[in-house]
Each structure stands twice: as C-alpha cells, then as structure tokens.
C-alpha cells in the first residue's frame, strides 16, 4: 500500500513547484507531465481510503449502515463512482506490485479501472496466481492494449473454471529454440500464444521506430527494417 506520509509530502513539493511556474504565461510541457502525476497519486490515495474505511466498520459510529451510504453521503459523489473508487482502493491495498507500479508511474489510473473488471470473487484464485504476470504486462502496454489482455486473462480464467480453452493450449504450447550454426550466426525458431507475440511485436515494433528515428536519412536508406528487428 502507498506510503502515505511519504506521498502527501512528496505531493506537496511537486505542487509548491508547480505553483511558481503556473504564473508564468508559458506552462511547460514539464508542468503538464506533472499536473497529471499528482492527480494520479491523489486520486489513487482516495481509492485506498475509501477501500479502508468502507471496511473498517467506523461508519456505524455515525449511524450508517454501510460504509458506501457514508460515503455517497458525506462526499457528495455518485454511488457508481463510489463503487469504482473502493473496487480500486481495494486492489491496491491488497496487492503490493500493483500500488508500487502506480506509485512510481509505470501504470496509470486508466491500468486499475482495468484490474478493477477482475475482481469477482470467483477471480480471486487465479488474480493472486497471476497478479505479478498482470502488472509486468500493463507496464509494458498502454491502456488500450492492455484492455485486451484483461480480456484475454478473463477468458481462458472463464473456461478454466468449465474446461480447458483453445486459448489456454495456445498457452500450454509455447516455446522459444535458439539454436546456433556451424558458422556462428543463430536461428531462432519458435511459437507464442495471442497475447505473448502481441506484447512481443509491439515493444519490437517501439525499438525499432527508435533505431530508424535515430538513423540518418542515408542509414535509413541501408538499413532495411528485418535487420533493424535483429538489431533489438
């Protein structure tokens, strides 16, 4: 869970900073960039409280029956936003690697709205099983890519609890050979499931845009985009 005496004074430099330079007539790219962070670590704080008390028990002190009504109640807020808010604050307070990836901005509140779909209770087996799998995924993906690894978990999870599906083989069947020549060059060989070549191919795909970004037009003009591949 977030450290949040760290967070809150951490929190504060950043807008003391971001303070000075707001009155200036030119706002920074910077300024944007961090405007976003401190939302993100707020709003994530929220979600954890709110999770925290929703299950504390205190808000029969003041006369509620549940900790949601006290909460719609006393912030003012819808009810479906309420129930997003603790659906997240519960994940992250329970699962380490996932409020650490948001704590250091790897992730970002678009990533825990997409966790938050996993939560049913007859998820919770497999989420703790693959909780670690998940995060390194969504840091790797921007939202959009990662919605359909989400999906993709959901599904196989879904025929795991009636039978095997054609996904979950796809799985169970990958493999990688690296296999060396007589004259020292290398063969690679191999298949990966759905979601694996995806994750694969894209971080390939951003290298390589790199590499040619980088080149010089008569390098661009030498260099053809299998061999920049290689050159990952």
Same mark, same amino acid.
């Given at each position: 869970?977030?450290?949040?005496? =760290?967070?809150?004074?951490? /929190? ?11 009155? =200036? ?6 300024? /944007?960039? !961090? ?27 003041? *006369? ?26 519960? +994940? !992250?307070?329970?699962?380490?690697? !996932? ?5 250091? *901005? ?14 049913? %209770? ?14 390194? *995924? ?5 939202? !959009? ?30 493999? +990688?050979?690296? %296999? ?20 694969? =191919? ?11 970004? *980088? ?18």
């Amino acid at each position: 869970m977030f450290d949040k005496i =760290n967070l809150l004074e951490n /929190m504060s430099l950043e807008a003391d900073l971001l303070v000075k330079h707001y009155g =200036n007539t030119k706002i920074r790219t910077e300024d /944007m960039v !961090l405007i976003s962070k401190l939302e993100s670590q707020i709003c994530a704080l929220k979600d954890c409280v709110y999770a925290k008390y929703n299950s504390s028990g205190t808000w029969a002190e003041n *006369n509620y029956l549940t900790g949601k009504s006290a909460i719609i109640h006393e912030t003012h807020q819808e009810r479906r936003s309420i129930t997003k808010s603790i659906a997240r604050g519960q +994940l !992250l307070n329970e699962h380490q690697s !996932l409020s650490d990836a948001l704590r250091d *901005n790897l992730i970002t509140s678009d990533h825990i709205d997409l966790f938050s779909k996993i939560t049913d %209770n007859k998820y919770e087996t497999y989420l703790n099983r693959d909780i670690d799998l998940l995060v390194e *995924n969504a840091i790797k993906l921007d939202a !959009l890519h990662f919605s359909y690894v989400i999906k993709y978990w959901k599904s196989i999870v879904n025929d795991q609890l009636d039978e095997v599906s054609d996904e979950y083989k796809q799985f169970e069947h990958r493999r +990688l050979f690296l %296999n060396e020549t007589s004259d020292g060059t290398w063969i690679i060989n191999g298949q990966l499931d759905a979601v694996t070549g995806m994750i694969l =191919n894209k971080a390939l795909e951003n290298i390589v845009d790199k590499l040619w970004r *980088n080149d010089c037009v008569e390098q661009r003009n030498l260099t053809s985009r299998s061999q920049n591949r290689a050159d990952t």
